[in-house]
T-cell receptor
Framework: LAKTTQPISMDSYEGQEVNITCSHN???????ITWYQQFPSQGPRFIIQ???TKVTNEVASLFIPADRKSSTLSLPRVSLSDTAVYYC???????????????FGTGTQLKVEL | DTGVSQNPRHKITKRGQNVTFRCDPI?????LYWYRQTLGQGPEFLTY????????KSRLLSDRFSAERPKGSFSTLEIQRTEQGDSAMYLC?????????????FGPGTRLTVL
């Protein structure tokens, strides 16, 4: 399993763009990069997933360089409600029957202030 | 609301007692997962069901833990003879085989406190 490294915490202000970078030097050829968001007392929520280059959805963008050894989650114009823990996951493990065991690290605590 | 529900949301019990949690996944999802999360840590995988079959169990799942998904719909997680170290948030997630590789839908969790 590819290990991921991301900052423990980040602070930002409302309206700013936030970029959280994750390092995954040992990413395998068939690994995808996935980001989850978790609010206190809630389960994680899938944000975005990508394999290479750039992926964008209504919530965020994911930038992946050609070597895929890192990735950056970009949150445009954050608000107070974006205060949460953000997890970078790589690969996962294919379980019997095709399911996927997600392997979470400790994540990045993002705090957004006024 | 992801569509995955868990009950109860909170459970306080005394050491040595048995507890059971329930998870109702999104109805069309054939895959169901249980995770455990302690304070300051990310969720850790416990076990996985494909329909009613339990196909994988983590080494974290000691003999005191048992999970079932009898009809391939809801699932239960039972902990026997609870210990203080079992105190954690227990999360259930579900997914559909045809969806994104790593997209799982998590419930709100059951927070267990063992006194």
């Amino acid at each position: 399993l590819a290990k991921t490294t991301q900052p423990i915490s980040m602070d930002s202000y409302e309206g700013q763009e936030v970029n959280i970078t994750c390092s995954h030097n040992n990413i395998a050829t068939n690994d995808y990069i996935t980001w989850y968001q978790q609010f206190p007392s809630q389960g994680p929520r899938f944000i975005i997933q990508g394999y290479k280059t750039k992926v964008t959805n209504e919530v965020a963008s994911l930038f992946i360089p050609a070597d895929r050894k890192s990735s950056t989650l970009s949150l445009p114009r954050v608000s107070l409600s974006d205060t949460a823990v953000y997890y970078c996951l790589v690969g996962g493990f294919i379980l019997t029957g095709g399911g996927n065991k997600l392997t979470f690290g400790t994540g990045t605590q993002l705090k957004v202030e006024l | 609301d992801t569509g995955v529900s868990q009950n109860p949301r909170h459970k306080i019990t005394k050491r040595g007692q048995n507890v059971t949690f329930r998870c109702d996944p999104i109805s069309e999802h054939n895959r169901l997962y249980w995770y455990r999360q302690t304070l300051g840590q990310g969720p850790e995988f416990l076990t996985y069901f494909q329909n009613e079959a339990q196909l994988e169990k983590s080494r974290l799942l000691s003999d005191r833990f048992s999970a079932e998904r009898p009809k391939g719909s809801f699932s239960t997680l039972e902990i026997q003879r609870t210990e203080q170290g079992d105190s954690a948030m227990y999360l259930c997630a579900s997914s559909l085989g045809s969806r994104s590789y790593n997209e799982q839908f998590f419930g709100p969790g059951t927070r267990l406190t063992v006194l």
